[in-house]
C-alpha cells in the first residue's frame, strides 16, 4: 500500500513546520519506505534517469542544471567507483533553505541522496553543511536509518566560494575549499578522480518524492517547462522573512504580497549571485526560469531580497560587491585585480566623484573581469553591478553628475 | 582537425611568454595576465602556438581540439 502523495505546494515543507527535526519512524510512516526495488535491476538507473528527466527536475543550487543529464553523465563515466556529494553548505549569506531542510527534513534530502548514489553506482555519500549546529543534527538522522551505501556528514568552511561544486571536492581531499578549473567536470573526474554527482540538497529531496509519486504527480503544480515547487528565502523589507515552497510559475509580486513586501523600490532576485529588478520590471514577472531569462534575470538559489524605498540601491551594491571581492579565492589574475577595481570604481559613481568616467571604466572592467577566472564568482560581481546600473538608473545619473542620492529624495 | 587555445586561469601567473612568442592571438590585460580569444587557431598559427604552449613556465596555456 502506497503513501499519499502530498496536495498542492507544501511537498517539501509539509512536516517541516516543527521545531525540531521529523525523526526517522515519523518519516517513512508517512512516506513509505524508500522506493529503492522500484529502480533496481539493470534497467534501474536508466529508469529512475527517465523518471528525472520526465519531471524535468533541475539543480536548485542556483545553477540550474539538469538532474537527469548530470545522473547519466556519472553513471555513463567508466571509471569506478563513483561518489555522491550531498552540497547542503549553503554558501549564499542570505539563503536559508538548505538548512532549514537539513534540520527539519533531513530524511527527504537523505533518501535523494540514497537514491541518487543508487543510480549512479556510488557506495558512499558525502553531505556537507557549513560548521555549527546542522552537522550533529543530520548525523544523528544517518544514525537512525539502515541505508546500502555509507553517508559521512563533513562541515566546511564559511567561505562564499567554499560551497562551489569544486571547493567541496577539493575540501574532501583534504585539500583547501577552493574552486579548480572546469574541464575536467566532476561528473567525470570529481572526488579522488572519480566521477561524482555533486547535488543540491534541495534538489535530492525533490528526488526523494518524485522517486515515490512520479512525474504526473511532480507535474501538478508548475509550469509546462518547470513542474513543481521550490524553497524560496525571502528577505529584506518583508513582514514575513524565511523561507517558503513556490510553485513555479508564481508571480513575483504575488510571493512579495504573501511575505509582506513594504514599500517595494527594488528586488534582489537570486542572492548576491543575482540580478537587481526594479519594482517595475517585476511587475508582470513570473517565477519560472524562461520568463526570468527574457528579463535577464535568473533564479539561483531562489533568494528574494526586497529593497525598500529611501536606501539608495547602488550604495546596498556597493557594500555586496565590496564584501564578494573579500570572499574572492585569489587564484586567478583578473578577479583578484578586477574585483577591487571594480568596488573602486563603483564607490567612486556613488560618492558623486565618479562621473560618466566611472561608468565608462565598470564597462571596461565588466570586459576584462567576465568569463576569465576558473570559477563564475567575478561573472556574478560583473552581472550584479550591471543589472543595478540598470535597475536604479535614475540613481546613477544623479550619482554620475555629482548629484545626492534620488533615493534619499524619494523618501523625504 | 581545428584547435583553439586556453588558459588555465588557475597555473597562470601572469609570465607573459604566450603574448611575446604569439602576439597574433595572445594580447595582454593591463594587470599583465593573458587574453585568449575561443576561436580556431589559424593552421598557419598553428606551430607557434604549439611553441607558446610549450613554453608557458606554469604549463597554463593549453591548445585543444575543438569537437
Known sequence: ???????????????????????????????????????????????????????????????????????????????????????????????????????????????????AADCVGASEVHLCVHRG???????????????????????????????????????????????????????????????????NVETLAHLALLARYGPRWFAEVGTAEAPGTFLATLAGAVREQGVREVPFGTPLTELLAAAGAVDLQAVLLGGYFG?????????????????????????????????????????????????????????????????????DTLAALVSGRGGQRALRRLSELAGLVNGRGACRHPDGVVRLVGSALRAFEDDVAAHAAGAPCRALERSA | MSSRLRVDPIACDAHGICAELLPEIVE???????????????????????RAVAACPTLALHLERIR
Open chain 1, 1 to 115: 500500500m502506497s503513501s499519499v502523495p502530498p496536495a498542492g505546494a507544501n511537498r517539501l515543507l509539509e512536516l517541516a513546520g516543527g521545531q525540531s527535526p521529523v525523526p526517522f519512524a515519523a518519516h517513512q510512516a508517512r512516506y513509505g519506505p524508500l522506493p529503492l526495488s522500484s529502480y533496481s535491476g539493470p534497467r534501474g538507473p536508466a529508469l529512475l534517469a527517465e523518471t528525472v528527466e520526465r519531471a524535468h527536475l533541475s539543480g536548485r543550487g542556483g545553477a540550474g542544471f539538469p538532474l537527469a543529464a548530470k545522473l547519466r553523465a556519472v553513471a555513463a563515466t567508466p571509471r569506478r567507483p563513483a561518489y555522491v556529494v550531498a552540497n547542503g553548505a549553503e554558501g549564499e549569506p542570505a539563503s536559508r533553505k538548505d538548512r532549514l531542510l537539513l534540520s527539519r527534513v533531513p530524511h527527504l534530502v537523505l533518501d535523494g541522496a540514497v537514491l
Open chain 1, 133 to 199: 549546529a546542522l552537522a550533529p543534527t543530520v548525523a544523528a538522522a544517518v544514525r537512525e536509518r539502515r541505508d546500502p551505501v555509507t553517508v559521512a556528514v563533513h562541515e566546511v568552511p564559511d567561505g562564499y566560494v567554499s560551497s562551489q561544486e569544486t571547493s567541496l571536492l577539493n575540501f574532501l581531499a583534504g585539500r583547501r575549499a577552493l574552486p579548480s578549473t572546469i574541464p575536467p567536470l566532476p561528473a567525470q573526474r570529481g572526488l579522488r578522480g572519480r566521477p561524482t554527482l555533486v547535488s
Open chain 1, 275 to 343: 540580478t537587481w529588478l526594479s519594482a517595475g520590471a517585476a511587475r508582470n514577472l513570473r517565477l519560472a526560469p524562461d520568463a526570468l531569462r527574457l528579463v535577464g534575470a535568473n533564479l539561483g538559489a531562489a533568494v528574494v531580497l526586497a529593497l525598500p524605498q529611501g536606501i539608495c540601491g547602488l550604495g546596498e551594491t556597493l557594500q555586496i560587491a565590496e564584501w564578494l571581492s573579500g570572499q574572492r579565492a585569489r587564484q586567478c589574475g583578473p578577479c583578484i585585480n578586477g574585483l577591487p577595481a571594480i568596488v
Open chain 2, 28 to 50: 595582454l590585460d593591463e594587470w599583465g595576465y593573458p587574453i585568449v580569444p575561443g576561436d580556431q587557431v589559424a593552421p598557419a598559427l598553428l606551430p607557434l602556438a604549439r
